[in-house]
């Protein structure tokens, strides 16, 4: 898997921010719960979701016929500075000459209780669709434990390993489950007051048939542009060693939306 330094965000990252114009925590992709140095700022969000919600949109018409529509949703809930939720959804939408040329959407939930300051256990679910690779679903739910290798001012790095049980239902009625390993990290890098980096891989190697592999890293580059709006750059790259027939094994998503947090 890849690991760049650019590679660095938004559905998972507790990064603490730099400033209060930048609370970090709200944009990314949670790395892992809370330790003791986020505690004042956490205190003033406990019970409440965070998050943020964006939006990309492009329509041509005349010669060239083209719209696409893109939409990305991150909410994280932290209770009592202990555990904590994070949810992330993403949509895209493409139409070409009045034929859809793609449907894609996929929605993924962690719970985090923490052991101690660097340690914690989790549960995760997930679940996607891609008309365009013929996977009518695909679902994945499992547990594991985690633990929080870098954290300061500037990186966060952390590492998770656990089971997974993994369901891929295809458009032509076949079907592809397996109980696997998950190995993730996430990684997130405070590069300014504004430009921040972040990246979530996991990895589903079954524990049944070698030749069973999933993979799946999602990349982010997020501008602050006010205190309440951001500017996202967002890759998915997804790698299916059994797709559907005919299609291929990697699949690459790139995602520019503009959006709010709240």
């Known amino acids: 898997?890849?690991?760049?330094?650019?590679?660095?965000?938004?559905?998972?990252?507790?990064?603490?921010?730099?400033?209060?114009?930048q609370p970090v925590e709200s944009l990314a992709l949670s790395v892992a719960p809370l330790t003791a140095d986020d505690a004042a700022d956490a205190d003033k969000k406990l019970d409440q979701w965070?998050?943020?919600?964006?939006?990309?949109?492009?329509?041509?018409?005349?010669?060239?016929?083209?719209?696409?529509?893109?939409?990305?949703?991150?909410?994280?809930?932290d209770y009592s500075n202990k555990d904590r939720w994070t949810n992330n959804l993403y949509w895209n939408y493409a139409e070409e000459g009045g034929i859809r040329t793609q449907r894609r959407a996929g929605i993924r939930s962690q719970y985090d209780m923490?052991?101690?300051?660097?340690?914690?256990?989790?549960?995760?679910?997930?679940?996607?669709?891609?008309?365009?690779?013929?996977?009518?679903?695909?679902?994945?739910?499992?547990?594991?434990?985690g633990h929080l290798f870098l954290d300061n001012e500037e990186w966060r790095f952390a590492g998770e390993a656990g089971l997974s049980y993994l369901n891929q239902e295809f458009?032509?009625?076949?079907?592809?489950?397996?109980?696997?390993?998950?190995?993730?990290?996430?990684?997130?890098?405070?590069?300014?007051?504004?430009?921040?980096?972040?990246?979530?891989?996991e990895i589903f190697p079954s524990v049944e048939t070698s030749g069973d592999v999933y993979g799946r890293m999602d990349t982010r580059a997020v501008y602050q542009m006010t205190k309440s709006m951001l500017a996202q750059?967002?890759?998915?790259?997804?790698?299916?060693?059994?797709?559907a027939v005919g299609r291929d094994r990697s699949d690459?998503?790139?995602?520019?939306?503009?959006?709010?947090?709240?």
């Open 50 to 77: 965070t998050g943020s919600v964006t939006l990309g949109l492009t329509y041509s018409d005349g010669n060239t016929q083209r719209k696409t529509l893109s939409a990305t949703v991150d909410a994280i809930k």
């Open 171 to 201: 458009k032509d009625g076949s079907t592809n489950d397996y109980v696997a390993a998950r190995l993730a990290y996430r990684a997130h890098w405070t590069y300014s007051e504004r430009l921040s980096f972040g990246q979530v891989t």
């Open 114 to 145: 923490p052991l101690d300051e660097k340690t914690y256990w989790f549960l995760t679910a997930s679940a996607d669709t891609d008309e365009q690779a013929n996977l009518d679903l695909r679902w994945a739910a499992g547990a594991g434990l």
């Open 252 to 262: 690459n998503l790139f995602l520019v939306t503009v959006g709010w947090q709240y």
């Open 233 to 243: 750059f967002q890759w998915i790259w997804d790698w299916n060693n059994n797709p």
């Open 1 to 21: 898997m890849l690991f760049l330094p650019l590679v660095l965000t938004a559905l998972h990252a507790v990064t603490p921010s730099l400033d209060q114009t």
